[in-house]
């Protein structure tokens, strides 16, 4: 495993033009996790809060990489990075190089005894249904000594009260006891069924949207919020059907009952579901993965911790919309 990790670490240089440029010894690996977050989160800002950072720290680690390897990699604009073609060119070789790490990682944490005991997650019935299992199985098959309890519910678990060792949680935390770390967004789509467009027609542009059943939310007004944010004024009556219960409001538009706003994300992996308004910009989704600062320390919950923000990471939108559901704006 470290013969393999001493290839990747130097397969970077092994891309043409930078074969030569300097010695991979004397590479600082944060670099190279800074501009993994930087590709991923497409702005300085984004890129600091994935790595825990501040953004004129990101900002030294690309100018420090792109100085010793004698390349632009971004392009700086008012609206985020754009990565050039070198740093396309060196990505496959550095997400590698990652994945190395992270299996250093696990080999020493093998060699010192791997963390055990129970580990507490909360989050809302649709992440407990469609995204966290495949995050579940796999943090297991890294640590078999973990015991995974799975909280489902759409209410705030308190991590102060210790209802919850670690959250999901699609609004931004606030209190300062809280450690947290944006795992990205999550793209939003309208979705219907084939019954349902065969009945009604497919909408084209937001406006069409008048005189189709909507499918949405009850008592919570972020859909409410995120779609006036995309152009659609509208208000709760507006929802034909309405439930806090993600997953009932799922099976109904599965069901033919109308239009519903989902996660793509679930919908992917949902059958009887179509995607319609392909061209209109939908606002995101925006995550957090948060641990209470007394036990972010306990070897286990780290563990699962660091695992759930590399892997659910990798789920949300590369291409975060100006708009969140939130009311915030992209970074």
Known sequence: MVRRARYLYNSIYRQGRYANLMDPKALDWRLIRSFLAAMDAGSL??????????QPTLS????????QLGVPLFERTGRGLIPTASAQAILPAARQMSQAADELQLALGNAQGAPAGPVRISCSQVAAAFLLPECLVSLREAWPGLEVELVSTNEVSSLHRREADIALRFVRPTQGTLIMRSIGAFAIGAYASRSYLDKHGTPMRMSDLASHTLIGLDRDDVLIRGLREAGLETDRARFAFRS???VATIQLVRSGGGIGFLP??????????TEVLRMVEMPAMPAWLVV??????????????DHLARVLSELTDRRVPVANLDGSTRP
């Open 45 to 54: 800002l984004g890129a600091a809060r994935r790595c825990g950072t501040h």
């Open 60 to 67: 030294r680690h690309i100018s420090e990489l792109e100085q």
């Open 244 to 246: 806090d219960d993600q």
């Open 264 to 273: 793509v994300q679930v919908a992917k992996r949902l059958d009887r579901l």
């Open 292 to 305: 209470h600062r007394d036990i972010g320390g306990n070897p286990a919950i780290r563990a699962a911790y």
